[in-house]
């Protein structure tokens, strides 16, 4: 969180990805959470090419094509609240972990400060530098595991711009690695978990180790990566390939099957993923309890088992592997029961920022 200001009483949080933007709008009523109201607008027809959300080559945020479509969302959806917290995108964001020696609080900052200049690719003149313990209670007497993340305040000043010409006014920013964890993740878990993102433009992988951020990682092999091969395998256009892909996915079918065009792309993130828990395993001396998956390619038919199949194959030990619920936690019309699967695949991000505002 890079800075944030707590006199609100509502929370609206905003997730701006590749492919869509995201809002949800959430209240408290004693100590019980409730949906107010929530909403996308699809990118592809907001603006007139792919991508155009980010730039291509900064990856710096289109401040034009996103105010404009996140202004009519926010307009057609009769949204109340004006103070939004925003997601930063994985590719916006820097994350290290390093250990800082026993020294007061007053003392951290200045010393994860200078300490973050050996891992972070930019010139801390050029960024602002969030960071946070990684266990309960700062120690005095022995070494102290740190999580910073940084983000450019050329990046931040396009978020600002974009809030203002929304006509919101921007409270908070943070990592949509913090906001998912916020949104999946128990406060007071004592569980080690894997938080599976598949995105449309890139896979997002966080361990949470007993309720606290230890890693977060991105690469690009994503749904993007899936529609293409349905789309190249078949000569269909990618909208009929992003059809088959959310009705076929990875289960046999008698009508058609996709588990062979998509299994070397599933291969890969798998692999990836593995990877990374194993590291985390090693490292920490300490089993990952659960794999929870989200986002928009989390929908497909199929990837629920198998995940299951592939992570626990040749074990004594299995991993529980569940599709995210985090608006299990939430009162909501009882009309959206039929969507909530898909509400809790892709919204996670958005509420995980509404709900910053009660912390």
């Known amino acids: 969180m890079f800075f944030t200001n707590k006199k609100n009483s509502a929370g609206l949080g905003v997730d701006v990805g590749t492919k869509s933007i995201r809002f949800v709008e959430v209240s408290r009523k004693k100590n019980n959470f409730l949906l107010d109201n929530y909403g996308e607008v699809n990118l592809d027809h907001a603006c007139r090419d792919f991508f155009r959300s980010f730039d291509q080559n900064t990856l710096n945020p289109d401040i034009e094509n996103i105010y404009k479509a996140l202004r009519g969302l926010i307009l057609e959806a009769d949204v109340k609240t004006k103070s939004a917290s925003f997601s930063l995108p994985d590719f916006s964001t820097f994350f290290s972990s390093f250990e800082i020696p026993p020294m007061s609080k007053k003392e951290m900052d200045s010393a994860v400060g200078f300490e973050a200049r050996k891992y972070i690719p930019l ?24 999580l910073v993340m940084a983000v450019s305040k050329t990046a931040i000043g396009h978020y600002k711009e974009i809030a203002e010409k929304s006509d919101l006014n921007l409270v908070s920013l943070e990592a949509e690695a913090m906001a998912l964890k916020r949104a999946l993740v128990e406060k007071n878990s004592i569980e080690n978990i894997c938080l599976v993102e598949i995105g449309f433009q890139s896979t997002n992988v966080s361990i949470i180790k007993q309720g606290f951020m230890n890693a977060s990682f991105s690469f690009d092999t994503a749904g993007k990566d899936l529609t293409n091969a349905i789309s190249e395998s078949f000569n269909v256009d990618l909208a009929e390939a992003e059809k088959a892909k959310r009705k076929y996915g990875l289960v046999d079918s008698e009508e058609i099957s996709l588990i062979g065009v998509l299994d070397p792309i599933m291969s890969i993130i798998f692999e990836k993923v593995k990877k990374i828990i194993h590291d985390f395993e090693r490292s920490e001396e300490s089993q990952v309890n659960k794999i929870l998956l989200s986002g928009g390619s989390s929908l497909m038919p199929g990837i629920l088992e198998y995940f299951n199949n592939t992570i626990n194959r040749n074990t004594d030990t299995p991993i529980i592997v569940e599709m995210g619920e985090p608006f299990k936690r939430l009162i909501y019309p009882q009309a959206l029961e039929g969507k909530m699967k898909e509400i809790n695949a892709n919204y996670a991000v958005a509420l995980g920022e509404a709900l910053r505002k009660f912390e």
């Open 123 to 146: 010139p801390l003149s050029e960024v602002v530098l969030d960071w946070q313990l990684m266990n309960n209670n700062l120690s005095e007497k022995e070494a102290n595991r740190v």
